[in-house]
């Protein structure tokens, strides 16, 4: 299958500091991006869908102006986490699809711990 | 996007068939079923999808009942590297161009490989 990677794999980070999560599809061209949040012990929760170019839909509930999803190209995704606080440590991850493609891929997810 | 129901967790021995069931008695005509699977703290990966024909790949079967309602992934021959969190998740997947419909993730069914 198409892999996807992620980077950082995990990062620490003081609280009101920005953190930015890059997503690649690496040999895929990517004409959409999700970002999901994993709480331990809980599922995966969409956060936003991005299409390369366009700007991101989020899912109810979730800060646009806190998470800054930039999808500039068919091969990268970008989350920026803005003031980091304690309670956004998590498990981030992505995921990519091509148009025409029926799954979607999963990268290896990023480990956010704010302190 | 019509909704799951998965076991909670289930155990297998190695060697033997995993079959892990799922309901989704709200399905709908354009609605495939897939599964996707996460091993402890790394991102989800891609098992199978399918219509409503059976469906076989490398990694495993897919069984769907003639109403569509219900589905049983089989792991023929499961292995240690098998445990991990099953998630079947039912939406929407147009390969024509057209746009996908997000993953929404469940609970998913917990499956242990004991020796």
């Known amino acids: 299958g198409a892999v996807v990677s992620q980077h950082p794999s995990w990062v620490i980070c003081k609280s009101g500091t920005s953190v930015k999560i890059e997503c690649r599809s690496l040999d895929f061209q990517a004409t959409t991006m999700f970002w999901y949040r994993q709480f331990p012990k809980q599922s995966l929760m969409l956060m936003a869908t991005s299409n390369e170019g366009s700007k991101a839909t989020y899912e109810q509930g979730v800060e646009k102006d806190k998470f800054l999803i930039n999808h500039a190209s068919l091969t990268l995704s970008t989350l920026t986490v803005t003031s980091a606080h304690p309670e956004d440590s998590s498990f981030y991850i992505c995921?990519?699809?091509?148009?025409?493609?029926?799954?979607?891929?999963f990268g290896p997810g990023t480990r956010l711990t704010v302190t | 996007d019509a909704k799951t129901t998965q076991p909670t967790s289930m155990d297998c021995a190695e060697g033997r068939a995993a079959n892990l069931p799922c309901n989704h008695s709200?399905?709908?005509?354009?609605?495939?079923v897939y599964w996707y699977r996460q091993i402890h703290s790394q991102g989800p990966q891609y098992i199978i999808h399918g219509l409503k024909n059976n469906e076989t790949n490398e990694m495993a079967s897919l069984i769907i009942t003639e109403d569509r309602k219900s589905s049983t992934l089989i792991l023929p021959h499961a292995t240690l590297r098998d445990t991990a969190v099953y998630y079947c998740i039912v939406r929407v997947a147009r390969g024509d161009g057209g746009s996908q419909g997000n993953l929404i993730f469940g609970k998913g069914t917990k499956l242990s490989v004991k020796p």
């Open positions: 995921s990519a699809a091509s148009t025409g493609v029926y799954e979607q891929y």
């Open positions: 709200t399905i709908s005509g354009n609605e495939y």
